[in-house]
């Protein structure tokens, strides 16, 4: 066993002492020889914590309240220095203009969908948009060409009669024009109230539209959007704490939650399992779909620049938070998710770092999109 692992065996097991011998608070106080335990380093880092404190007379108690905290920081360390193994915090700190669409990538073989006149897309390039039909999510509009849709960029206003003619509009990773060089907080909305507005009314009476918003400056750009349909955008970094950065949403551990779009109902593929790459954490409300559920133990750290962690950077514990929904609004629908990567392929060039569709774990992400699509468009039949 190793010094770390030792030192947190002996702390769990001091906390446990204390538990056992009820010394709660200043009036349960108890004396260490009453507690079997004595000043060891274990003890001494737990004060410093503030998770045991004296209270006079060489009696000590534990703070409960600072237990889950103790907890929390002790595990932002070790996905600080699993972070820090891999690689992750020095490639993503200088990869943002060097992130690019994979120019090898192909979509899988299919017969069409649409054999003529598909479904029309819009793909947003209007709003400092990180991802964008001609760029990085080139990957992502082959896809939906290959399957017969009509893929446009879009660079005109969001407004009711200038999307009359779309079937599905698409908002990836839209920026406020203060954050399209400078990612650090403050990070407000890329869309005017008159845009959420008249994008809300459009769904209403049928528009379809797929909202992905990524990590923080991503979540917070998009956060008014997402609240006027009822949904809370945590404007931060969701990531398992023992993975690194690269999740995995199954159907075996309950993460990956049934739907059409997922058991593979008439006109959908059956998905087993997706992965996706950081992103962000979001609430849903009571009457949207879950389909993403993150699981324990996830984290949501909330940097006041992207990627910049430190052991203090704050943390809030995301179990049970979802990173994918469907939402029936009126006439029309809306799937919202917390990671772009998963829809596109790209890859570090100077890293030799490819990831998104086609990666190891994400071979069914593709189909998941098309999935999530034809659920866009209108091809399952309504309850």
Request: charged share 20%; net charge negative; proline share 5%.
């Amino acid at each position: 066993m190793n010094t770390g692992a030792l030192l947190s065996r002996l702390q769990r097991q001091c906390i446990e002492d204390f538990r056992r011998a009820e010394a709660l608070s200043a009036e349960q106080a108890r004396t260490l020889s009453e507690l079997g335990q004595r000043e060891s380093f274990a003890f001494q880092r737990l004060r410093v914590a503030g998770v045991i404190r004296e209270c006079g007379g060489g009696r000590f108690y534990l703070v409960e309240e600072r237990v889950s905290q103790w907890k929390w920081r002790r595990r932002l360390r070790v996905l600080f220095a699993v972070l820090l193994a891999l690689g992750i915090l020095a490639v993503s700190r200088i990869a943002r203009g060097q992130q690019q669409a994979d120019p090898e990538f192909r979509p899988a073989e299919r017969v069409p969908r649409y054999a003529d006149n598909g479904p029309r897309v819009l793909i947003d390039e209007a709003h400092h948009n990180f991802h964008t039909a001609s760029g990085r999510y080139r990957p992502f509009a082959r896809v939906l060409q290959s399957d017969g849709y009509r893929v446009e960029a879009w660079r005109g206003p969001l407004q009711g009669d200038s999307l009359a003619e779309a079937d599905v509009l698409v908002l990836a990773n839209a920026l406020h024009e203060s954050n399209a060089q400078d990612w650090s907080l403050p990070n407000p909305s890329a869309f005017t109230r008159e845009e959420i507005v008249e994008l809300r009314r459009w769904i209403e009476e049928g528009g379809s539209l797929l909202l992905i918003a990524d990590h923080m400056p991503f979540a917070g750009a998009a956060a008014e959007l997402a609240a006027a349909f009822g949904f809370a955008f945590h404007n931060g970094f969701a990531i398992d704490s023992t993975s690194g950065g690269r999740e995995l949403f199954s159907r075996n551990d309950g993460s990956l939650l049934d739907h059409a779009l997922t058991t593979g109902g008439p006109g959908f593929e059956r998905i087993d399992s997706l992965r996706t790459f950081t992103g962000q954490a979001f609430h849903a409300p009571p009457q949207a779909q879950v389909l993403l559920r993150l699981r324990a133990p996830f984290l949501s750290l909330l940097p006041e620049r992207p990627w910049a962690f430190e052991e203090n950077t704050p943390a809030v514990n995301a179990a049970g938070w979802s990173q994918g929904a469907l939402l029936e609004i009126g006439q029309g629908r809306v799937a919202v998710f917390g990671e772009a990567a998963m829809f596109t392929a790209q890859y570090l060039a100077e890293h030799q770092l490819w990831f998104g569709m086609g990666s190891p774990g994400a071979e069914q992400n593709e189909a998941f999109l098309l999935n999530v699509m034809h659920w866009l468009s209108g091809d399952d039949p309504r309850p």
